[in-house]
């Protein structure tokens, strides 16, 4: 019978100090190779920034939405009344009606006092008119500037601290866009109403006739958000509470075409008043029409860009220069025009006996005159 040959403990135990030393080697290395290693988290960065965007506009879209209504309030409080004539009353906004009272609406642009509105509703310039506060306090205003042409005025009434609004940038509005007509139509039950609409077209023309004269206001912002006798001189704003124009008029025979001047063209006129309580107005001394309003007078005048020059004022800062009736003003001082309002716009941040330089065409010569403004009337 063979004998079992009896395993060597030494050699035993040798084997097993030899696989424990290995194992924990390759614990060793695995765990300082991988503690090494740089986690990339790119990937649920972006994702976390994402999702953080996503709840920022949700957000946005909400709080926006939440808060027109107080706009529309903060708003209304730099809406005033405006009458031609004094009301008996302790306020204009009395039960006396806008035939009555010539009642019309006003904008409170600076704090200490100047009201923009239309001239149809203050009267020219140093005319007299009445005004009330949202808060019900009546003050006499004074017309300080006025241009027929444009239908808008400035009146001055003594006070201070009072709350106006922000001014717009017109110039960058588009169709489609959303916005609020505040006025004062038929007399006090509706006093600040408000109406909202889209701007439905840019750069409108529209003929104003009279049983004597006819004209045309022209690069007026079209809305259908309602304006009815009552809103003329009223802000037509924007959902952010910013005047983008002023309102103007409406077409009787249609429902929801109103018309509001666009409020870029008289904002450095505002700044003067603001500043130094004073404007002096410069002039080029000519009256110019856009494409929009040449087909009302001559269907045989074509132009792509630029305004015609239709009058130069006689004895005026353009009569004896090489400027003509017939040519096509394309610039000025290298500022591309295609309204009058763009010229109006430029012209009025100048003071008179500043030169100008405009490029024309003539046919099919184009040429640089230069001019001198002189100081409107």
Same mark, same amino acid.
């Given at each position: 019978m063979k004998r079992r040959k009896r395993k060597n403990p030494r050699k035993k135990a040798l084997?097993?100090?030899?696989?424990?030393?290995? *194992?924990?080697?390759?614990?060793?290395?695995? !765990?300082? @190779? !991988?503690?090494?290693?740089?986690?990339?988290n790119q990937n649920y960065e972006t994702q976390k920034i994402k999702s953080t965007q996503s709840e920022q506009t949700v957000e946005k879209v909400q709080e926006e939405s939440k808060t027109i209504a107080d706009v529309i309030e903060e708003t209304t409080k730099s809406v005033v009344g405006i009458s031609k004539l004094k009301s008996a009353g302790e306020s204009i906004l009395s039960t006396s009606d806008e035939s009555q009272l010539g009642l019309g609406t006003g904008i409170i642009v600076t704090e200490n006092g100047?009201? +923009? &509105?239309?001239?149809?509703? @203050? /009267?020219?310039?140093?005319?007299?008119?009445?005004?009330?506060? #949202?808060?019900?306090?009546?003050?006499? /205003?004074?017309?300080?500037?006025?241009?027929?042409? +444009?239908?808008?005025?400035? @009146?001055?009434?003594?006070?201070? /601290?009072?709350? !106006?609004?922000?001014?717009?940038? &017109? &110039?960058?509005?588009?169709?489609? #866009?959303?916005?609020?007509? *505040? /006025?004062?139509p038929i007399g006090y039950e509706f006093r600040r109403t408000v109406t909202s609409g889209i701007i439905s077209a840019k750069n409108r023309t529209i003929k104003i006739s009279d049983t004597e004269n006819k004209s045309y206001m022209s690069d007026l912002i079209q809305t259908d958000a309602t304006i009815n006798p009552g809103n003329s001189?009223?802000?037509?704003?924007?959902?952010?509470? #910013?005047?983008?124009?002023?309102?103007?008029?409406?077409?009787? &025979?249609?429902?929801g075409i109103g018309f509001a001047i666009p409020i870029n063209v008289i904002k450095s006129i505002i700044k003067s008043y603001k500043e130094t309580g004073d404007y002096i107005q410069p002039t080029i001394g000519i009256y110019a029409y856009d494409k929009e309003v040449i087909p009302y007078l001559d269907s045989n005048i074509n132009f792509e860009k630029g305004i015609y020059v239709a009058q130069i004022t006689p004895n005026g800062p353009s009569y004896n220069t090489e400027l003509k009736i017939g040519d096509i003003i394309t610039s000025i001082d290298g500022k591309i025009l295609n309204t009058m309002n763009d010229l109006r716009e430029y012209i009025y941040t100048k003071k008179p006996n500043d030169e100008v330089t405009l490029n024309i065409t003539r046919k099919k010569i184009n040429k640089e005159i230069k001019i001198i403004l002189g100081k409107a009337n």
């Open positions: 084997i097993i100090s030899i696989t424990a030393i290995l *194992i924990w080697i390759l614990g060793f290395y695995i !765990y300082t @190779t !991988y503690n090494k290693i740089e986690i990339n100047y009201i +923009l &509105s239309n001239e149809h509703v @203050t /009267g020219s310039k140093y005319s007299k008119c009445y005004i009330t506060l #949202e808060n019900g306090k009546n003050y006499d /205003g004074k017309v300080v500037w006025s241009d027929e042409s +444009l239908d808008l005025s400035l @009146t001055k009434i003594d006070a201070k /601290g009072l709350s !106006y609004l922000t001014l717009g940038d &017109s &110039s960058t509005i588009r169709v489609g #866009e959303t916005v609020y007509a *505040i /006025g004062n001189g009223g802000p037509l704003i924007n959902p952010a509470g #910013e005047v983008i124009g002023v309102n103007t008029v409406k077409i009787s &025979s249609a429902e």
